[in-house]
């Protein structure tokens, strides 16, 4: 089975800042690889499809890069409303990513 | 617009076989490239993908649980079902069912708002 590496498991930032999150596949899955934005009690939404589509509706602040093995999801600014909790999935068979969980500095 | 719910007991016992129902509108299952997967989530823990199935009845099951589990379609009422049986605590979760297709957004893009199985005796 794939393996999805996702790190930091969590990071504080502050409004403003540029965030980074990065995921690594144990096997090299091509670009097929999205992320995706959960706020408490709410389901995953879609943030980022083949690893750098932006899903339509999605603040461009918010971007995705890499293939193969390596990935990362980008959000240029920080905005109050995007203190969540954030996942990156393997759609080649299936697998999320641990979680990082961003919170206020 | 799509829209799916999740539906089913909210308490069952160890050992007992767990029945959820996505319900769902704005898609059909007959249309070709579309299906309907299953991810749960243990409360404040990651998310796991289960099963999905395809408008062809190709099914895919998570290898770690493909055992317990069964996944179904009813085309005509727009649901999709899925089965676990021998439920342990450990399967205490919010169970989500979502689209996908293969084509366009090949993700699972759209999302129910989830129920919140609980395994307890």
């Known amino acids: 089975a794939i393996q999805m590496t996702q790190s930091p498991s969590s990071l504080s930032a502050s409004v403003g800042d540029r965030v980074t999150i990065t995921c690594r596949a144990s096997?090299?899955?091509?670009?097929?690889l999205g992320w995706y934005q959960q706020k408490p009690g709410k389901a995953p939404k879609l943030l980022i499809y083949?690893?750098?589509s932006l899903q339509s509706g999605v603040p461009s602040r918010f971007s995705g890069s890499g293939s193969g093995t390596d990935f990362t999801l980008t959000i240029s600014s920080l905005q109050p409303e995007d203190f969540a909790t954030y996942y990156c999935?393997?759609?080649?068979?299936?697998?999320f990513g641990q979680g990082t969980k961003v919170e206020i500095k | 617009q799509i829209t799916l719910k999740e539906s089913g007991p909210t308490l069952v016992k160890p050992t007992q076989t767990l029945t959820l129902t996505c319900t769902f509108s704005?898609?059909?299952?007959?249309?070709?490239?579309?299906?309907v997967g299953w991810i749960r989530q243990p409360p404040g823990k990651a998310l796991e993908w289960l099963a999905l199935?395809?408008?062809?009845?190709?099914?895919r099951y998570s290898p770690s649980l493909k055992s317990r589990l069964t996944i179904t379609k009813d085309t005509s009422k727009n649901q999709v079902v899925l089965t676990m049986t021998n439920m342990d605590p450990v399967d205490t979760a919010t169970y989500y069912c979502?689209?996908?297709?293969?084509?366009?957004?090949?993700?699972?893009?759209?999302w129910g708002q989830g129920t919140l199985v609980t395994v307890s005796s």
């Open positions: 083949a690893a750098s």
């Open positions: 979502a689209h996908r297709a293969i084509f366009g957004v090949a993700f699972f893009d759209y």
């Open positions: 704005g898609f059909s299952l007959s249309t070709s490239g579309v299906g």
């Open positions: 999935l393997q759609d080649y068979s299936w697998t």
């Open positions: 199935i395809y408008w062809d009845d190709d099914k």
């Open positions: 096997q090299g899955i091509r670009n097929d």
